[in-house]
T-cell receptor, first 111, second 114 residues
Framework: KQEVTQIPAALSVPEGENLVLNCSFTDSAIYNLQWFRQDPGKGLTSLLLIQSSQREQTSGRLNASLDKSSGRSTLYIAASQPGDSATYLC??????????FGSGTKLNVKP | DAGVTQSPTHLIKTRGQQVTLRCSPISGHKSVSWYQQVLGQGPQFIFQYYEKEERGRGNFPDRFSARQFPNYSSELNVNALLLGDSALYLCASYSFGSAYNEQFFGPGTRLTVL
């Protein structure tokens, strides 16, 4: 059974810092991996999707990497801003298009 | 194009009642999945439907049921509500053969059971 773990559970950083969020998964037979952002009480906003054959994806200040063999992904946020404060969720997608989510990392960027 | 839509946005019920949540997929998408997100946790898979047939079911009791209609919209029904059913219910749709088979999530329905 696929299990997804996100570390740390919470993170507080001063504005401007670069930071890394970690995601690990137990079964390397994945189709895609996707990072989401969730603001309090809101739905999911897709940030980056990485296909299993890819190693990384970039969008603006965000960079996500994938190492399938070791069951790890990282989300790198450059020059963090207070508006980046949210919960970040990692999800692996299997060959049946079923999502397995981690519990998220709650990020607080202090002005 | 409209994204995935869900209704209602919020819902308050009492224990023992029944609830129906609705989801309309993106136009052209024939698959719909449902997820439950309890506060402080990641979403958990409940059901997946494709072409009106159930393709997957998560580890949820029989009180949870769903169906998909000919227009590919979907309903999630929960009977005999428990306090623990309070959660954000998310719907996702995708189209087989689309780029990356990417799924798109709706804004969710927040269910509160008192």
């Amino acid at each position: 059974k696929q299990e997804v773990t996100q570390i740390p559970a919470a993170l507080s950083v001063p504005e401007g810092e670069n930071l890394v969020l970690n995601c690990s998964f137990t079964d390397s037979a994945i189709y895609n991996l996707q990072w989401f952002r969730q603001d309090p009480g809101k739905g999911l906003t897709s940030l980056l999707l990485i296909q299993s054959s890819q190693r990384e994806q970039t969008s603006g200040r965000l960079n996500a990497s994938l190492d399938k063999s070791s069951g790890r992904s990282t989300l790198y946020i450059a020059a963090s801003q207070p508006g980046d404060s949210a919960t970040y969720l990692c999800a692996v997608i299997d060959n049946f298009n079923k999502f397995y989510f981690g519990s998220g990392t709650k990020l607080n960027v202090k002005p | 194009d409209a994204g995935v839509t869900q209704s209602p946005t919020h819902l308050i019920k009492t224990r023992g009642q029944q609830v129906t949540l609705r989801c309309s997929p993106i136009s052209g998408h024939k698959s719909v999945s449902w997820y439950q997100q309890v506060l402080g946790q990641g979403p958990q898979f409940i059901f997946q439907y494709y072409e009106k047939e159930e393709r997957g079911r998560g580890n949820f009791p029989d009180r949870f049921s769903a169906r998909q209609f000919p227009n590919y919209s979907s309903e999630l029904n929960v009977n005999a509500l428990l306090l623990g059913d309070s959660a954000l219910y998310l719907c996702a749709s995708y189209s087989f053969g689309s780029a990356y088979n990417e799924q798109f999530f709706g804004p969710g329905t927040r269910l509160t059971v008192l």
